[in-house]
Every structure is written in C-alpha cells, then in structure tokens.
C-alpha cells in the first residue's frame, strides 16, 4: 500500500485547496536544503531520497481520505474533486544518496504546479532530514574507526522500528560493515551478526557452561560476551572452551562495560599468550565516533566495533536546521527577508571541483573541471532510472569520502567547507530581493 | 499484517534457538525500567506499551521468515521447527501508559519461557523507550505552557514518519490540545489544526491578497501568519482584512520569528486598539519548554504554542538510559554484579503513597495508603482488558502530574525523586548478590 497523502500537514491542505480553487497551476520550484550544519559535523551525506521518490510516484488521495477530510476537517465537494485529481506529475532534480552535501546545497529540488509540491513537504523534510542526520552521524563512526569494522546495534533504542530499518540502511550506505537488525538485513540484503548478551550466560550455573553451549550451537560463529562477572576471567574462560571443543573459525570476544582500552589491551595479551592470535576483540557499550576515535587513537587493539543508541538516534544533534523553501514561482525567482532565514532563489546546481564547491543556477554553465551534484531523478512524475542498488550508495559515498577536506573530517571540532556562490546566482538573489521588497511595500 | 518477528537482533535468536535445543523451557521474568533520568527530566511518562501488547498478541513467525533464517542465517530445520511453534503465552504486568514513572521503576514486566520473552526484547525496548522518550519531553512543554495550548507541529523533522505518529499520540496522552499530523488525527481521533506557509503569502502578489484569498476560503478558521515581510505591518494587514470581510469566528495571528515576546506584546496591544480582543496569538518557530517558559515568565501574551522538531525528537535527550533484565530465572531471582549496571532482582511492584513510591516486590503486602503503579495488562498470552482509549492515558497523566512534586516539576533544573527501597526488595537483592558471585566463582 503506498503511503497515504494525508502524511502532510493540515495547513498544507489548506494552501493545496485554495490554489486549486483558483485554478493557481503555475509551476513551484522548492528547495530542500540544509541552513547550517550542526557542530562536530564537518559534512553531510545525503540519504533518505529513494522513499521519497516511491512517495511522489504513488501520491494520490484515497477514496476513504477524501472522505475523511470532507466529513472531519470541512473540505467542500470542490475541493475534494480537485484533489481526487491530484497526482504528482513533476520533476525532481536531487543530490543522489550516499554524496557529500554541505550547508545551503540542495539535496532536492521539486518543480511542479504549486499545490501538489506544497503537500509533499511533510514527507519530504521529514525522510531526507532524518535519514541524512543518521548518514552523517554514522559516516563520522566509520571515519572514527580508520578501517576497522563497525556494526549497527541500534534497532532497540531507535526512535521507532521504521527508523531502526533506516538506520541499518543508511549506516550500510556510509560503510558499516554488517547491523544485528534481522529484518534490516533481509530487507535490504544487508550482512547480519549477533552474538549473546549477559542474560543468556546468568541463565546457565556457570560462564563456561554457557560458552560450551553456545559454541557448540553456533561452532562457526562464536563470540563470547566475556563481561558478565570479571572480564579477564571470562577471556580465561573462552579460551579453554575454544581448546576443549577445537573451535578455529570465527572467533571473537566482546567487551561491553569497563575500560575498553586497558580490557582489550590486556585480552589481546591473555589471548596471544594462549596461541590465540586469530580471536578479535569486539568493542560495544554507549560508543559514538568520539569515544571509538579515543580508543583508536589510544591504540587498543579493538578489531570491531559496535555502535548503537548514541548513532541510531544522532544523539548529539538529533535533527538538522533543514528548510524547503519556495525558490521560483510561475517563472519568478523567490527569496525570502527574514535575516536569519536567508534563502537563495532559483533552480539550482552545485558545481563540484577541485578547490570546493559553487552553487549557482541550473542553467549557468558548468566551470572547467567541474561536476554537477544534482541530476534529473524524475521527470514528469516518473523516475528517470529504477531505485539503484544501495552499493551504488556506498561506492559513491566511498568516493566521495576521499575528497572531503581534511579539516571536515576531524572528528573533535571538523570545519565544513563552504560553497562559493556563482555570479549568476549572485545577480538573480539581488533580483528577487527588490521584488520581495515591492511584494513587502518598502521600495 | 502484524509486525515481523523478525524486527530483532541476531543475537536474540542465536539465543532462543540455543535455549530451544536444550528443551530450556523454564520461565523467565524480563524487567525493562529507566536507570536514570536524563538532565533536566524530573520524571517519565509511561508510553509505548500498546503497540508492545499489539506485538505480543500477535507474535509469531511466518512461513517465509523462517525460509529466510534457514537460507541467509543457516538456522538448522530443528531450530527452525521449534521457532515455528512459538507464540507468546505468557504474563505482563506494566504502567498504564500515561502514569508518571521514576528511576529504577519497572515500565513493563514480562513473564514467559525464556526463549521467547528473549526475542521480544528489541521491540519492547524499541517502542517504550522511544515514547516515553517523547511523552515524558511533550509533558513539560504542557507544564511550561501554564494551562495556554500546545499544539504539535512535529511531523516534518521526527525520525521517520512512524516516529511522527507516535509523538502525536504520546503528545496528546500529556494534554496538547491539537496536532498538525492529518494522518495522525485520523488515525488516533484527534483535534487538527493548521493555518497557512510563508510560501503562501509569497505566491500573490501581495501580503493583503493572500490574506484575503485565504480568509475567504477560510473565513472560519483563519489564522494569518503575519511575519513574511514586516511582522506589525502584518498585523495590521490582517486588521484589515478581517474588516473588510467581516471575519468573527476562530480568528488568529501567528508570529513564527524574531522576539516572540516582544511582538506578541506590540501585536496584541495593535489588535486590541483595533477592538480586536478575540484574536488569538499563536507563537512557534524552534520552541521547547525552556522557551515556551520563558514567553509564559515574561507575560507575553501568547494563546498558544506551536511545537515541532526540538520536542518531536526530544532534542536534548533523545533517548533514555532503558534496560531490559533478567530479573527472575526458574524461580532464581537474577542480578548483574556490574557496578554501573546494578539492577534489582525479582518480579516487582512500585507502591505509590502519600511520600512517593516504594520500590518492592510484587507479592509483597500493599503498605497501607499506597497503590500499586503495575497492573496485569496481559495473561496466557492476551490483554486483560481491551485497549484503552487514549483518552483513559490522558486522565491518568492528568491525575498523576498533579501528584508529582514540585521540584520534579520544575522546567529549569527539576530533581526527580527516587523511590525508597522495600525491606523484601532489599533482602531478595543480597541473596541474589551471593548466588551471583557463586556462579562468578568469587564466594
């Protein structure tokens, strides 16, 4: 069932129906963008685009919503024939998933009869604003990690199970190497792992029963949880299972509580010591990229991390300041005064280069050595290629990731570039603003 | 279609299936509880369990989930046919959503054999720690607000679509007079309300003809949203508006930038030397308690608050610090030696009196002018009652916030208080303690 069209605000109704009622077709360009970004974020990584695009695809008002807003929230017959009649027909032009954003670049870029553009917005800020929040957040675990494996643990304590599977998704498109969210992972083909938790060990008379019983349950894929009474004894405890029962193939220890540096020092000591050099060490418990940068840094031979709560939910900045904002209206470029709510008017593109980023216009010429950001996803309401893979999400990110400014990459204190804004763009914002001026009776 | 039982970790299900194979069958008691209030919370309200209940009632897996466990996971057929047969049969006792709840005090109690009362707990955890998450930051925009109404304008920046129904639900459990979410009110049967965008007033030519297209579509509900341009120029505009059409009923302005106090004071002394006593002011842009507060303390006259993002995601906490614990296993009372996870062990009660709760056990004698928070919601597998209105949450916060102490009411550094321990409670601990550290081979 496509996701119904009353996923919007009442307000937006009431905008969608006065256009219609006076036949105000004139086509709408809005712009979903970030104002700035939040500290301790350096980038962002555009995610949450494809529902988007299913939403647009499939809206339409049902019979039974038609019948709630006539009966409930007052709408007219008139009305409620112009939006039984109402589809998205439009075009939308969009950083694709897995690229590097920064403030004030579009991620979207919607152009269709106005009505209709100002219904989506709900939907649309609400997708790519999470969704990119997470991106970005989980994107700085990876970079954190410098090449170890970090794993999605989130699932319980996301803010909802919708948002549990977008986390897998989108922590997969920044480079996770696997989640433990069982039904993320048949979803979205996504590499699943799990281990034990303290419950199970206290249910059995001993720790070693309980490691004996789980390995021989699961002889090719044991992980210890080694915390539950005194760690370096559980680590003790591990390895005479793993002599008694000949385990050799994927073998690890977790540690989840204490001082994870020092524990996993000591563990890789007692583990080496025993001739066991292949066992890794994964790390869990509250960690977000701060404190897997300090244990990285500090040098714990940690093999893997998992990371949940604090990345499932963003828990420093939680939302981004995003906008969707009305750039043209029936051929006219809009803007608006507020002072802290400036916006740029008009279709646009981020030129990509090699010395930074240009948002200028759509149409303006593409400068030497630079790529556009933005491509046609949709045009006339269908999109312009099938959803692609969510590797081509990754591979783009991976790409892109090679190119973000050192000092935007740092995970205490990054510094996010700045676009440049083009000439062109420049002359049209000085345009729009006299004409918002007039509009407002000052000149 | 009831949630998929696979919405859970792998973990969980290396664990049932460990216990299945053995025929470990024997019940256990899985208690999930807040270990401490986040900053700036002096209490929690209890969110979440209906959908939990919803899950349970329906637990199960389908043909094709087990399919998938076998071909991607390696699930062996034995297992496979052992998770086939799996349904929940067994006891919860909980808080009532809409009950306040402190540190430490079960949120939910869940009784069943081990296997499954282990497979349910991301959900669980999932559902309760997000809503109350929000239910407990929506209260205290309500307190703040001082008896004006608090409207949720949350939809476009919550973590997900599924998340912003959900904050309308829990917002109206704590007293929000109304929601923006047109889904949501259809789908919960709650009060909508909406107004209209800058984005509008900027596709006519002027201020003044858009005010007056939409009070003629409107004419009665009209709120003007009157800062696009010049926010008392806007005021004024409306004045006239309102005149010309001879406007009466449901009339409003909203301020949605700059210094809310500041211009509700010149807006309303504006509006009512124009004799315009009856319109409302309605504030929103970025508020949250601490600055719905600050407006109330300050005695602008504001009628009422929009409030979106920093309460949908419950920004400066957007999670709580939940557990889900094994409690009770074959009759054992269990307990984490950890000593930053202590937990207390047993099947529990929390007797609310005069002075606050008592943290005991369930079979423990009700201390004389106390009544007990949890109550059986589920036995054998199915609810005790049929689900509750969510008018039945509302009257219960309603009750209980009247009880909560001042100092936990507080917006700017409230102090929760912590419920006294029971002499049952307290000897049940140490004996669990002494079997812990036998199983752990220290005693």
């Known amino acids: 069932m496509p996701p119904s069209a009353l996923l919007t605000d009442l307000y937006e109704l009431n905008m969608a129906a006065s256009y219609l009622k006076r036949g105000m077709h004139q086509e709408a360009t809005f712009s979903l963008f970030v104002r700035a970004l939040p500290p301790n974020r350096g980038f962002l990584v555009s995610a949450g685009l494809e529902p988007c695009l299913g939403f647009l695809e499939s809206f339409g008002f049902a019979e039974e919503e038609l019948e709630h807003l006539g009966r409930e929230l007052g709408f007219g017959d008139e009305v409620l024939d112009a939006f039984a009649r109402l589809h998205f027909e439009g075009e939308v032009w969009a950083a694709p998933e897995g690229r590097v954003v920064y403030a004030n670049e579009p991620l979207l870029e919607i ?8 219904l989506v917005e709900p939907y649309l800020l609400n997708q790519i604003t999470f969704q990119t929040t997470i991106a970005s957040k989980a994107a700085r675990c990876v970079l954190a990690a410098g090449g170890r494996s970090v794993v999605d643990f989130a699932l319980r304590r996301t803010q909802g199970l919708d948002a549990a599977m977008n986390v897998a998704r989108v922590a997969w498109i920044v480079g996770f190497s696997a989640t433990s969210n069982v039904e993320a992972g048949r979803r979205f083909g996504l590499p699943v792992v799990g281990t034990m938790a303290h419950s199970y060990i206290e249910s059995f008379p001993t720790e070693a029963e309980a490691f004996r019983t789980f390995a021989l349950d699961f002889p090719d894929r044991t992980t210890f949880l080694v915390d539950t009474y005194d760690t370096l004894n559980g680590v003790r405890t591990a390895i005479e299972v793993i002599r008694e029962l000949g385990l050799e193939r994927n073998l690890g220890i977790r540690l989840d509580s204490g001082d994870l540096a020092e524990l996993a020092r000591r ?56 906008a969707y904002k009305l750039v043209e209206y029936d051929g006219r470029p809009m803007i608006k005064l507020s002072p802290n709510k400036h916006t740029f008017p008009g279709r646009k593109q981020v030129f990509r280069g090699p010395d930074g980023d240009v ?15 933005l491509v046609p996803v949709m045009r006339g309401g269908r999109r312009t290629d099938p959803p692609p893979a969510l590797e081509t999400a990754r591979e783009l990110f991976r790409g892109d990731l090679a190119r973000v400014p050192e000092a935007a990459r740092r995970i205490v204190e990054p510094e996010p570039p700045e676009a440049r804004i083009s000439q062109g763009l420049r002359r049209l914002t000085e345009r729009a603003r006299r004409s918002a001026l007039r509009a407002a009776g000052v000149l």
Do not use: K, M, N, W
């Open 111 to 118: 152009t269709a009869p106005i009505a209709v553009a100002q």
């Open 267 to 322: 563990s890789r000591a007692i583990l080496d010591q025993a001739g066991q050099q292949g066992v890794r060490i994964i790390a869990s418990g509250g960690l977000d990229e701060f404190e897997v940068d300090r244990l990285v840094r500090s040098g714990a031979p940690i093999d893997a991390f998992g990371v949940g709560t604090r990345i499932g939910v963003s828990a420093d900045a939680p939302y981004l300041d995003s």
């Open 359 to 373: 948002l200028g216009l759509r149409d303006e010429e593409l400068p030497a050595g630079h790529e556009p950001l």
